[in-house]
């Protein structure tokens, strides 16, 4: 029996560290969950979840030739079979603009044309690859124009979001990529845009966050409360979580969840689109592209939270509050919201977790809990 007992001990202790190990939220599928919190201090309720996951992409890899032709690049087909696919077609659509329109006017001194050619999956080559591939938006400097890349969403109502992409740019100075809203206007001064942009002629730890526009009205200089240089904790060249929360109220930027920025000037009011891109056009701010340099955004997933529920988060101490690993969720009771989800504190990316059902909390019934009780009562048993 002591014997037994001084064998099973340190066994039992190992079940017990295992079980704050794993004492984790219940996964669940995005169909149990009513709406979401974020984590971070501002936000509201979202009501809708989507996951883009372009990391087990093999048998849509194709990196098309690079086409020196601005027709043949603004007319080219998309590069595989996956951006005709419904799954891709209902959320993005691949952009094949150009500049010609306003090359004249403006400060741009380069033709740029959005070729679907420049969007691809390719294989993740670098060692100990955490992905067997990601999604590539590439810009390339030619002889007659700057070849760009650009997928924008489909669904042009998008009412707050925090947005995500696991991503990273690599490649010559010249180029900007950027993840951003955008609401359309004849009026440039009423376009309402939050952007995320990187310049490839920045150090690697810089980045520029905006909200739109950021010149002042009478177009003479630039706006400094719409834009911020901001010094990232990860270089923009590195595989880093870039979020974007647009909130009533303030637009809040995040590196592998560190806070960089925060603007509440100007924050955009109105449904918007969402959109990726990677170009230049020779100008002051963007830079110009030698000829035959190359710049790519690199993405292995992206994810939108989506659509405030019209609940607003809770300042209040007072208000009851969940604790998560990752930060205290404080709410309001919120109508017609009972299953409370994160994707914050999951451990599976992409798959939200239960942080509060309308029946139970979302950590019983796991395994996490039932095993130190498990434990507990062998040891008093032994
Ligand atoms: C640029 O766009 C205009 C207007 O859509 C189109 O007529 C023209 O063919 C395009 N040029 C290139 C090089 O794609
Ligand atoms: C966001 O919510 C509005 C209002 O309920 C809805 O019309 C719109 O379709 C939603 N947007 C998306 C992208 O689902
Ligand atoms: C951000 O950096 C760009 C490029 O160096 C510069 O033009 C701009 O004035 C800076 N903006 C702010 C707000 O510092
Ligand atoms: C986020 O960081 C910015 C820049 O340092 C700062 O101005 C802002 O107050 C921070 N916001 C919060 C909620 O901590
Ligand atoms: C960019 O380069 C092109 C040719 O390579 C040149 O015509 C143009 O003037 C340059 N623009 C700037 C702003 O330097
Ligand atoms: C919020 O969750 C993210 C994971 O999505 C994490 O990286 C970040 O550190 C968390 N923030 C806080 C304030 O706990």
């Given at each position: 029996m002591?014997?037994?007992?001084?064998l099973?001990?340190?066994?039992?202790?190992?079940?017990?560290?295992?079980?704050?190990?794993?004492?984790d939220?219940?996964?669940?599928n995005?169909?149990?969950?009513?709406?979401?919190l974020?984590?971070?201090?501002?936000?509201t309720?979202?009501?809708?979840?989507?996951?883009?996951?372009?990391?087990?992409?093999?048998?849509?890899?194709?990196?098309?030739?690079?086409?020196?032709?601005?027709?043949?690049?603004?007319?080219?087909?998309?590069?595989?079979?996956?951006?005709?696919?419904?799954?891709?077609?209902?959320?993005?659509?691949?952009?094949?603009?150009?500049?010609?329109a306003?090359?004249?006017?403006?400060?741009?001194?380069?033709?740029?044309?959005?070729?679907?050619?420049?969007?691809?999956f390719?294989?993740?080559?670098?060692?100990g690859?955490?992905?067997?591939?990601?999604?590539?938006?590439?810009?390339?400097?030619?002889?007659?124009?700057?070849?760009?890349?650009?997928?924008?969403?489909?669904?042009?109502?998008?009412h707050?979001?925090?947005?995500?992409?696991?991503?990273?740019?690599?490649?010559?100075?010249?180029?900007?990529?950027?993840?951003?809203?955008?609401?359309?206007?004849?009026?440039?001064?009423?376009?309402?845009?939050?952007?995320?942009?990187?310049?490839?002629?920045?150090?690697?730890?810089?980045?520029?966050?905006?909200?739109?526009?950021?010149?002042?009205?009478?177009?003479?200089?630039?706006?400094?409360?719409?834009?911020?240089?901001?010094?990232?904790?990860?270089?923009?060249?590195?595989w880093?979580?870039?979020?974007?929360?647009?909130?009533?109220?303030?637009?809040?930027?995040?590196?592998?969840?560190?806070?960089?920025?925060?603007?509440?000037?100007?924050?955009?009011?109105?449904?918007?689109?969402v959109?990726?891109?990677?170009?230049?056009?020779?100008?002051?701010?963007?830079?110009?592209m030698?000829?035959?340099?190359?710049?790519?955004?690199?993405?292995?997933?992206?994810?939108?939270?989506?659509?405030?529920?019209?609940?607003?988060?809770?300042?209040?101490?007072?208000?009851?509050?969940?604790?998560?690993?990752?930060?205290?969720?404080?709410?309001?009771?919120?109508?017609?919201?009972?299953?409370?989800?994160s994707?914050?504190?999951?451990?599976?990316?992409g798959?939200?977790?239960?942080?509060?059902?309308?029946?139970?909390?979302?950590?019983?019934?796991?395994?996490?809990?039932?095993?130190?009780?498990?434990?507990?009562?062998?040891?008093?048993?032994?």
């Amino acid at each position: 029996m002591e014997a037994g007992r001084r064998l099973l001990r340190p066994f039992l202790g190992f079940i017990l560290l295992l079980s704050h190990v794993f004492a984790d939220y219940q996964i669940v599928n995005d169909k149990s969950c009513d709406c979401y919190l974020t984590n971070g201090s501002t936000g509201t309720y979202f009501t809708t979840h989507k996951f883009y996951d372009f990391r087990s992409m093999s048998q849509h890899v194709n990196v098309p030739a690079v086409l020196s032709d601005p027709d043949a690049a603004g007319q080219a087909d998309v590069s595989n079979d996956y951006f005709n696919s419904q799954e891709w077609t209902d959320a993005w659509g691949i952009q094949q603009w150009n500049n010609s329109a306003n090359l004249d006017s403006g400060d741009a001194s380069v033709l740029m044309v959005n070729s679907p050619s420049n969007v691809y999956f390719e294989k993740n080559t670098e060692s100990g690859a955490q992905s067997d591939t990601f999604l590539t938006l590439r810009t390339v400097r030619l002889e007659d124009f700057q070849s760009s890349a650009e997928f924008e969403s489909v669904p042009k109502t998008y009412h707050f979001a925090s947005a995500r992409m696991y991503a990273r740019t690599v490649g010559a100075p010249g180029a900007i990529t950027a993840m951003f809203t955008y609401r359309k206007s004849d009026d440039p001064n009423k376009i309402q845009e939050a952007d995320l942009e990187i310049r490839t002629m920045d150090p690697p730890d810089v980045i520029q966050y905006t909200n739109q526009p950021s010149y002042t009205r009478t177009g003479d200089g630039e706006n400094f409360q719409a834009t911020r240089n901001a010094t990232v904790p990860v270089g923009w060249d590195d595989w880093a979580v870039h979020r974007m929360d647009w909130s009533p109220g303030s637009t809040m930027w995040y590196v592998d969840g560190q806070n960089v920025s925060q603007i509440a000037y100007q924050t955009p009011r109105d449904p918007s689109q969402v959109i990726f891109n990677s170009w230049s056009d020779g100008a002051q701010w963007s830079g110009n592209m030698s000829l035959g340099s190359e710049a790519y955004l690199q993405i292995q997933w992206i994810e939108l939270i989506f659509n405030s529920t019209g609940n607003e988060k809770t300042t209040d101490p007072n208000k009851h509050r969940i604790r998560g690993m990752r930060g205290l969720y404080s709410r309001e009771d919120t109508k017609g919201c009972h299953n409370i989800c994160s994707v914050d504190e999951t451990k599976e990316i992409g798959t939200p977790v239960l942080l509060q059902g309308g029946a139970s909390q979302g950590r019983a019934g796991n395994l996490g809990l039932w095993m130190p009780v498990l434990a507990a009562i062998l040891l008093m048993l032994l």
